[in-house]
């Protein structure tokens, strides 16, 4: 079963031009943040998705969860078409989608005690009263491994570190006990001892409410470990999809086989495929194949013809000349 259904999703942002620039250009231009992406993601499954800073990772999650609105395209939950859902009917599918934040730092109201952070999802939900919530939220503390949660309830988030906040954000995304979650870069930001950690936690809540998640990293090594499915993205468009075996053992793309090179490995490798140049302007985007001016098998045709993202639902890719390797 298909819990999200994605269909030529798009999102541009206009940019911001000086008054002169106003008077004198009538051009509107825009940064086409995502260009064109359709994906699904079934019931329990996690698929990573991967890119650089910058290529539209966490504009896709925000659009996914109501926080940006798209420009084009569709999105469906559980077959029903939410794209443009607001008020009551967007807080009733709101309780089923959410979203874990990149920045425990940024994400938590310096204002607010630990507690009101889960309590509050209950509350505005109908979910429990007023003694049930602090109940269910002093539970989901000593879950997430917050003890003893009375504590912790009780402090504010300039008490906590970065990895006791990251498990604040995620016990405030599960109390609801949702169907799907968007987890942006959730280990990105805590330190390298701790991510363990917080990705066994992830992966216990997971197993546990048979949850599906949209898991959104830079980095291949940890969506190889905790995902289902890899999608890779580059410029607002997806270039390769497909299981996690697939991708990371037989890639098609010479970018998705460049971020593997990338990956510290204590084996040897023979894997060695170059990315040069800087990311192109997303204003002002390279005819044809977008990654041709930093790809070193570029040929004529990627510089003229825009490739599809074609294959199988098993491995899918978008590259008029695909690898024919093998990674060990």
Avoid: W
């Amino acid at each position: 079963m298909e819990i999200i259904k994605v269909e030529g999703l798009k999102k541009y942002f206009p940019v911001q031009k000086s008054f002169l620039e106003v008077l004198f250009s009538k051009e509107l231009q825009f940064i086409k943040a995502v260009d064109g992406v359709s994906f699904t993601v079934k019931k329990g499954e996690m698929l990573s998705l991967v890119g650089e800073s910058g290529c539209g990772k966490t504009t896709v999650g925000r659009m996914l969860v109501g926080l940006e609105e798209p420009t084009e395209g569709r999105i469906y939950f559980k077959e029903r078409d939410i794209t443009s859902l607001r008020g009551e009917k967007r807080r009733e599918i709101q309780r089923h989608i959410q979203i874990i934040f990149q920045d425990p730092y940024a994400s938590l109201n310096p204002r607010m005690k630990i507690g009101e952070h889960i309590t509050d999802p209950l509350l505005i939900h109908g979910i429990a009263t007023n003694e049930e919530a602090k109940r269910m939220a002093i539970e989901m503390l000593e879950r997430v491994g917050l003890v003893p949660g009375e504590q912790f309830y009780n402090r504010l988030p300039y008490q906590l570190s970065g990895g006791q906040r990251q498990r604040v954000a995620i016990a405030r995304a599960m109390v609801l006990k949702p169907e799907f979650v968007v987890a942006d870069e959730a280990v990105s930001m805590i330190d390298v001892s701790l991510r363990a950690a917080i990705l066994n936690l992830l992966m216990s809540f997971k197993e546990e409410y048979n949850l599906s998640m949209l898991f959104i990293t830079h980095d291949l090594s940890v969506a190889k470990l905790v995902g289902d499915r890899i999608a890779v993205m580059y410029l607002g468009k997806i270039v390769e999809l497909g299981e996690v075996n697939e991708v990371i053992h037989k890639p098609k793309h010479p970018y998705t086989a460049a971020l593997l090179s990338a990956v510290p490995s204590f084996e040897k490798r023979d894997l060695r495929v170059g990315i040069f140049g800087d990311v192109s302007n997303p204003i002002d985007l390279p005819p044809g194949c977008r990654y041709n001016p930093r790809c070193p098998f570029a040929k004529d045709e990627c510089r003229k013809a825009e490739p599809e993202l074609i294959g199988t639902d098993r491995h899918s890719f978008a590259c008029h000349y695909p690898l024919d390797i093998v990674v060990e």
